[in-house]
């Protein structure tokens, strides 16, 4: 019966495998001609192939990390894992959705679970690697030197963004005034005057306002024909 069976959490079960692996990686490595003195893991350090392409964070993040789905809050920062991140900066806001704040975050956590390297995303497509938000003691009596420098880093920051924030800032709506048409007077357009050549012929070099009789193309017979 299932009552008789021992049963194991998650957590029992990961600590378990890991204590196997590790009590494997520390023993000697069977190659003791070879390497002597040396164990497992020592060799697999020591030996590693040099070709092996650099640790990718941010494809493991996606896969095989923690996944938190969040919000840009005051254009600047995003809540994961209880702790406040900031944009590496205010140009991020530029690559978001219109009207859209919601992105998801993957991290790798470290031994403890927290997050290591934080990257975010929106909708499949990478946006950026935030930077956690160092806390300092506001009480100036008590304050340490790393306080000061906490309290520094994080005005320039918030300037930055105010500064970047304000200038891309919509322009205030106004009303425009037409224009006024001008009391000039329109400037009048004189042609120059023209001169005939004395060598045109007598039809085209004769005077415009004689006497002009016009002669109907159409014959008085042609008419009486029409009209019967």
Not at 10 to 28: G, K, Q
Not at 78 to 88: C, E, H
Not at 182 to 191: A, H, I, R, V, W
């Amino acid at each position: 019966p299932w009552e008789d069976r021992k049963y194991y959490t998650f957590e029992e079960l990961v600590a378990d495998d890991r204590r196997d692996c590790e009590e494997w990686n520390n023993t000697l490595h069977p190659n003791q001609k070879k390497y002597p003195g040396m164990t497992r893991w020592d060799v697999l350090v020591a030996k590693i192939n040099p070709t092996l392409r650099p640790l990718d964070k941010l494809t493991l993040s996606r896969y095989i990390g923690e996944k938190v789905d969040t919000s840009i809050r005051r254009n600047s920062t995003v809540r994961v894992a209880n702790a406040d991140w900031w944009l590496s900066g205010p140009e991020v806001l530029e690559q978001l959705e219109p009207n859209n704040r919601k992105v998801t975050a993957y991290y790798l956590p470290d031994e403890e679970g927290k997050p290591t390297d934080v990257f975010l995303y929106q909708n499949d497509r990478y946006l950026d690697k935030v930077r956690p938000v160092v806390t300092y003691n506001r009480v100036m009596a008590v304050q340490t030197e790393e306080d000061r420098v906490a309290y520094t880093e994080q005005n320039k920051v918030l300037s930055h963004f105010s500064k970047y924030l304000n200038d891309h800032a919509i322009g205030k709506v106004g009303t425009g005034t037409p224009d006024q048409p001008t009391d000039d007077p329109e400037e009048e357009l004189e042609l120059p005057p023209v001169e005939l050549s004395d060598d045109l012929p007598a039809e085209l070099s004769a005077d415009p306002e004689s006497d002009y009789e016009w002669h109907s193309g159409i014959s008085e017979a042609m008419r009486a024909i029409s009209d019967m």
